[in-house]
């Protein structure tokens, strides 16, 4: 007999999750220290409720969407421009490469001084999480765009601008695709250690509820954000990034 | 443009010579080559690896530049790639994120003076020319090698070229469909009349397709024989008058070859 896919992950989950209830219950550990699952999901649906959860995920994303795509937009061209233009990519390549290995929350403190507590401090942060990734994937993939596309293009009299637009950047395109999850990924990771270190005046998040969980002591708060946060990475990944990848390969004829 | 000039060759070499630096030194990939292409001829450029008959079809189609010597389009210097001189590859490099009637008006588009129309229509007139006018909407990756090949061929002829280059177009198929494909280059090749220049190191391919066959020898590329081709067209590949030619170029080729060596 062969089972539909989702049953023994569901079976797993709730084995563990049950295991853990049981394991908290029977009072083995501190309670304050390892909330059970149970009241996790007490506080998620309290905090749904009260729509503090929903508010703080949404001021969350707003800030994770705008520095991403500001992040993108400056990412692409300067790739793009590292690709075409050896000095360029001997320098601003190089830079990308090094800036790109700094973990972003070491942007904070700059940004604290440069733009104090606002709004433009964590976007500069998320900004400069995204960017430098972009920069890269942007790069490479132009640059093993197969020469022979390039031939034929200019053969069939494309040139400059038409030659990028319509055989670089779609040859590109999957390379691309990826170097901009990564970017989302870098940019989601540089956005919650900003929130979480620094208290934003302009609006209350997700990093801000995490960090407003430990100091209550409410261990049930803290996971239960975490899992919020595990949450909307998957989601992004399923519902923008998976289909957007999958599409590439398929109408390329590449793979699965 | 003075076409109807009947004197004046579609293509002109004039002791073209081109150099590479590589790794291994200064490699002269074809020497002192001077040849007059006629406004309609199917002309062959046949050699071993090594003869830079690649590397002319490179300049003629102004991928590279010569070192020394000139090359004519018309009257024109040859200097940039361009829609007057459409390449067939080896593999078909059609664009995998278009779909077979897109990748057919890519050239088409970039051609001005045409409505959407007309580019419509003559991208499906030459589909049907080489029997894929029911596959417009299928993606290269759908196609068999022959059959993207056929495409690639569309593609290069519908912005109407005034030479049609092809480098080694048919080495990457198998035998049944490469004799198909020799069919429809020559029904096209006496419908439209085009110029077309081929490379390949296939001699009998050479012979069942040029009008004329330039034998190349190699290090360095120099033209050794022009061997003039007088079959009746459509040819096929395994016709006995044919092989018996082929076998005098090959003839030629190996003693060119030999005294290379000895030398």
């Not at chain 1, 009241?39 to 649906?45: G, L, P, S």
């Not at chain 1, 905090?47 to 400056?74: D, K, P, Q």
């Not at chain 2, 003075?2 to 490699?27: C, I, M, Q, Y």
């Not at chain 2, 459409?86 to 664009?95: T, Y």
Request: glycine share 8%; net charge positive.
């Amino acid at each position: 007999m062969k089972l539909p896919r989702p049953v023994i992950p569901t079976l797993l989950a709730a084995t563990f999750l049950g295991g853990w209830e049981w394991f908290v219950q029977a009072g083995h550990v501190n309670e304050v220290l390892v909330p059970a699952p149970s009241h996790i999901f007490k506080w998620f649906y309290e905090s749904l409720a009260n729509g503090e959860l929903l508010s703080a995920t949404c001021v969350t994303m707003r800030r994770l969407i705008i520095g991403f795509a500001i992040g993108a937009a400056l990412g692409v061209p300067l790739g793009a421009l590292c690709a075409r233009v050896r000095w360029i990519r001997d320098t601003l390549g190089v830079l990308a490469l090094g800036l790109q290995t700094l973990p972003s929350v070491c942007w904070v403190p700059l940004a604290l001084l440069w733009f104090g507590q606002e709004e433009s401090a964590v976007l500069f942060v998320v900004v400069m999480g995204t960017v430098w990734a972009v920069v890269i994937a942007v790069q490479e993939s132009v640059l093993s765009v197969q020469p022979l596309y390039l031939r034929a293009g200019m053969t069939m009299g494309s040139q400059g601008w038409h030659l990028w637009s319509r055989v670089i950047f779609p040859a590109a395109l999957p390379g691309i695709v990826s170097g901009m999850k990564q970017g989302w990924a870098f940019a989601w990771r540089s956005l919650m250690a900003a929130e979480i270190f620094v208290v934003i005046l302009s609006g209350f998040g997700l990093g801000s509820l995490l960090h407003a969980g430990r100091e209550l002591l409410r261990m049930d708060q803290v996971m239960g954000v975490m899992a919020v946060v595990v949450g909307v990475g998957l989601l992004a990944d399923i519902i923008f990034f998976a289909p957007l990848e999958r599409w590439l390969r398929h109408s390329r004829g590449l793979g699965r | 443009m003075s076409n109807d000039k009947v004197t004046t060759p579609a293509l002109t070499l004039r002791n073209v010579t081109k150099r590479f630096e590589g790794t291994a030194g200064r490699v002269t990939a074809v020497e002192d080559i001077s040849l007059d292409v006629r406004e309609g001829e199917f002309l062959v450029l046949v050699g071993p690896s090594g003869c830079g008959k690649s590397t002319l079809l490179n300049l003629l189609a102004g991928l590279e530049h010569t070192n020394e010597g000139k090359i004519l389009l018309g009257e024109e210097p040859v200097r940039l790639p361009g829609r007057d001189r459409l390449v067939m590859f080896q593999q078909d490099a059609l664009f995998p994120w278009l779909n077979v009637l897109e990748n057919v008006l890519f050239g088409l588009r970039l051609k001005p003076g045409l409505t959407e129309e007309e580019r419509l229509e003559s991208a499906r007139y030459y589909l049907s020319l080489v029997g894929l006018a029911d596959k417009e909407k299928a993606r290269p990756h759908e196609l068999s090698g022959g059959m993207r090949q056929r495409v690639a061929l569309a593609r290069s002829l519908a912005p109407n070229p005034r030479v049609l280059l092809m480098d080694e177009p048919f080495s990457a198929l198998d035998a049944l469909t490469r004799d198909q494909l020799y069919g429809d280059i020559q029904q096209i090749f006496t419908k439209r009349k085009k110029t077309i220049i081929l490379v390949t190191h296939n001699i009998r391919e050479a012979v069942c397709l040029g009008d004329r066959v330039v034998l190349l020898s190699p290090h360095p590329g120099r033209i050794r024989e022009v061997f003039e081709i007088n079959l009746p067209r459509p040819r096929r590949i395994n016709d006995p008058e044919l092989a018996s030619l082929a076998a005098k170029v090959t003839a030629a080729l190996s003693s060119h070859l030999n005294e290379g060596v000895n030398s």
